[in-house]
């Protein structure tokens, strides 16, 4: 039985409220904390949401191979330490990696017992309608994450499982199936 999954998906997929949503009814699941190389955002706390490093730290932790798998996504840096899964793993818990696509392939590739998770919007049409409503990019902005979301639709199709976001409850209960069983 895999304890490792790991959850990927476009931005604005409301991937981040699901996840939330998931572990507060699973507080026995635990969720990676990453490192990273973006500052923090409003609310966001050193240790909670991410470990934040300095750039040069980050190429460190590069260097001495302390990172299980490592991406750049929109100029930053995202590593996930293998310290901290395999301390978890080892005390026999389940562990939640929530990382870009070409991160969870690299995983695969590393421990191939991890169970990868998509979750998807329920159509690239309604994303980019989410995305428009927000009116808080550019036309640029806008074009540049929608290549990206397709890049990571296309990477998802080597995924376990894909849990469309139709309904906050309705992913919920997919995750649950999928991970508590
Ligand atoms: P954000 O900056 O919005 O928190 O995250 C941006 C992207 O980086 C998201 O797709 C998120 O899943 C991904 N990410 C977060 N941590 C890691 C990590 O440790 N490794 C990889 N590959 N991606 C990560």
Redesign the pocket.
Known sequence: MSKLFVI?GS?GVGKGTVIKEFLARHSEIKLSI???T?MPREGEVDGVN?FFLDKNKFEECVKNEEFL???E??G?C???KKTFVEGCLQKGEKLI????T??ALNVKKIMPEAVLIFIAPPSIEELEARLRGRHTETEEAIQKRLASIKLEIENSKHFDYQVVNDTVENAVQQLETIICK
């Open positions: 990927s931005s990453s490192c990273t973006r991410y798998e490592w991406a996504f929109s930053n995202y590593g996930t990696l929530e990382i870009d070409k991160g």
